[in-house]
């Protein structure tokens, strides 16, 4: 009988650890990312993270000619995208630390995007622009963190995105 009972008790606990691991699984209702296809290499781009599928760069100020923008390479097909909108769905969104913390040039607060479906890149400061500084990818769910801030190691300012790696090869 005992025993009998701490199987029950082991097969209820394995039963709700799977059941809470499924919601805390990300779940999407819409396109994660939204861009196009560019018919030639970006010129001035700085490179942000690579895989076996994508390459991720972005252009910041610099040249006339060439408006910032951040960009993808997709390396099985051989094609360059302009990722212009972020899906803010899942988002975590931050805002600018407090200023006796870290001295800072401007500020922003991104909380305000929470109520927006999607945002343009870069993301728009006070008075500069931001792009996704650090970039993972988990094989598992086959989606793309884009975090931004992540450089200044302050919990309040890290925003993070999550990009579909289906979204970006459906990009046309």
């Not at 999607?118 to 006070?126: A, S, V």
């Not at 302050?154 to 790696?165: A, G, N, Q």
């Amino acid at each position: 009988m005992r025993r009998k009972i701490f199987v029950v008790i082991i097969l209820l606990g394995v039963s709700l650890s799977i059941a809470q691991a499924n919601d805390d699984e990300l779940r999407f209702t819409r396109v994660t990312i939204k861009g196009q296809v560019l018919d030639a290499e970006p010129k001035w781009h700085v490179k942000v993270y690579e895989d076996t599928s994508y390459r991720f760069v972005f252009r910041h100020y610099g040249h006339a000619e060439y408006v910032p923008g951040f960009f993808a390479y997709d390396l099985s097909r051989n094609r360059w995208l302009q990722l212009t909108e972020l899906s803010t769905e899942n988002a975590r969104l931050g805002r600018s630390p407090d200023f006796n913390d870290i001295p800072l040039m401007v500020g922003w607060d991104f909380r305000r995007l929470a109520g927006d479906k999607y945002t343009q890149l870069p993301l728009m400061t006070g008075g500069s622009i931001i792009f996704p500084d650090r970039i993972t990818f988990d094989s598992t769910s086959k989606i793309y963190r884009f975090d931004c801030n992540s450089r200044l190691n302050r919990d309040v300012s890290l925003t993070s995105f999550w990009v579909r790696k289906m979204d970006l090869d459906d990009l046309r």
